[in-house]
């Protein structure tokens, strides 16, 4: 049997079927039922959210043979046909290689002709960004009045590269990104219906990773999944893997950081970078450890934990919590955050991540002077 990816293997069919997304699926399944259809949807968010997805979705809706609805069939002929790919009347673009106002022109020549298959014809045009000026001038014209029988569905990873005379005229949708919660559930059930073993330390592994994307996070298990021959992962490949921190390593790189231990620090990212840890991971690794610290400091302050109860680990980040004040770990994470912003622009990565660590290194330098 071929092998299917499982990106297109668990692509949702349905609505229901889509995760993280509860409260516009609600409008868009209200849309559908109640039969207020607009000409024209704009979906924007990050990539591997469900934008074409949920454009897909929506061609099924608006051309089963059983009529507009929320609940397409998927056995009738054009849900079928949509579903492999080959509706004549459902015209899917990409506008990263369609940037030319000659390409877009032929295309909208097309507009002029009715459905051949279906109740509408509908162009889903992807990464509508990458669109030239004149391409979105022509675009214009046809989407202030187009046939009833049109719908378009634009999809953008860059809402703020389109124009608002497009935006204006579409009904706007953002997708936000899908929660690390959200992403891991999905993944358990999906694993468990396939029959892999794998624990919830490694999914969470995964779902951070994912950057609030369901295709990063699936793509990686994928990735996962092909480093063995068993069907189970365990946590030293995933990281390896991934090219990230685990828990004990972020821990000692921030304890040494806190300690203002710059050889240690040093030493540690020289390992890191022999082990194959990005070093975009290690800063963003570093800014989640120590948001979650300033959550632990605010509220120790509010409550009290028996420290006994506490894992080793949680034991080490509520001692740690006692030794530095909440003023500080921001300071930390705002060197941190704006330091990953420019990381791309150093001469290579480690330098780049080793400036960052020298800007806390002199805060607490300067710091301590202060004090004495």
């Known amino acids: 049997m071929e092998y299917q990816i499982l990106s297109n293997k668990w692509r949702p069919q349905n609505f229901d079927q889509i995760i993280g997304h509860k409260y516009i699926i609600r409008?868009?399944?209200?849309?559908?039922?109640?039969?207020r259809i607009h000409q024209s949807w704009l979906f924007s968010g990050i990539?591997?959210?469900?934008?074409?997805?949920?454009?897909?979705?929506?061609a099924k809706s608006l051309n089963c043979e059983n009529g507009i609805t929320s609940k397409p069939c998927r056995v009738c002929k054009n849900c079928i046909s949509i579903e492999k790919g080959n509706f004549l009347d459902f015209i899917e673009l990409d506008a990263a290689s369609k940037t030319k106002v000659e390409d877009i022109k032929i295309i909208l020549d097309s507009t002029k002709y009715p459905p051949i298959q279906g109740r509408f014809k509908i162009y889903l045009i992807d990464e509508i960004h990458m669109l030239s000026k004149n391409s979105f001038n022509a675009l214009l014209k046809i989407l202030e009045e187009p046939p009833k029988y049109i719908k378009f569905i634009l999809a953008t990873t860059h809402l703020k590269k389109i124009p608002n005379t497009i935006i204006s005229r579409c009904l706007h949708i953002h997708l936000p990104?899908?929660?690390?919660?959200?992403i891991s559930n999905y993944l358990r059930d999906k694993l468990k219906k396939e029959n892999i073993q794998i624990n919830q330390e490694i999914l969470n592994i995964i779902s951070n990773s994912?950057?609030?994307?369901?295709?990063?996070?699936?793509?990686?298990?994928?990735?996962?999944?092909?480093s063995t021959t068993k069907n189970k992962i365990n946590i030293k490949k995933i990281t390896k893997l991934l090219g990230i921190f685990n828990k004990?390593?972020?821990?000692?790189?921030a304890v040494n950081i806190i300690n203002n231990n710059i050889d240690n620090t040093l030493k540690i990212i020289d390992d890191a970078e022999q082990k194959g840890i990005q070093h975009n991971n290690i800063i963003l690794s570093l800014i989640t450890f120590f948001h979650n610290l300033s959550i632990v400091k605010i509220t120790t302050l509010?409550?009290?934990?028996?420290?006994?109860?506490l894992s080793k680990y949680d034991k080490i980040i509520y001692v740690l919590s006692k030794r530095i004040l909440f003023k500080d770990i921001q300071i930390y994470c705002k060197i941190?955050?704006?330091?990953?912003?420019?990381?791309?622009?150093?001469?290579?990565p480690k330098i780049g991540i080793e400036i960052i660590l020298f800007q806390i290194y002199q805060y607490i330098q300067d710091k301590t002077r202060l004090i004495k």
Not at 177 to 182: D, G, V
Not at 302 to 309: A, C, G, Q, T, V
């Open 302 to 309: 509010k409550k009290k934990y028996s420290i006994d109860n």
């Open 27 to 35: 409008i868009l399944k209200n849309s559908l039922d109640l039969k």
């Open 336 to 348: 941190l955050i704006q330091g990953e912003k420019y990381l791309r622009y150093a001469p290579n």
């Open 210 to 226: 994912a950057q609030g994307s369901i295709r990063n996070a699936i793509n990686s298990l994928e990735l996962a999944l092909c």
């Open 47 to 58: 990539h591997g959210i469900g934008k074409t997805t949920i454009a897909r979705i929506l």
């Open 177 to 182: 990104t899908i929660t690390n919660k959200n």
């Open 248 to 253: 004990k390593n972020i821990l000692l790189l």
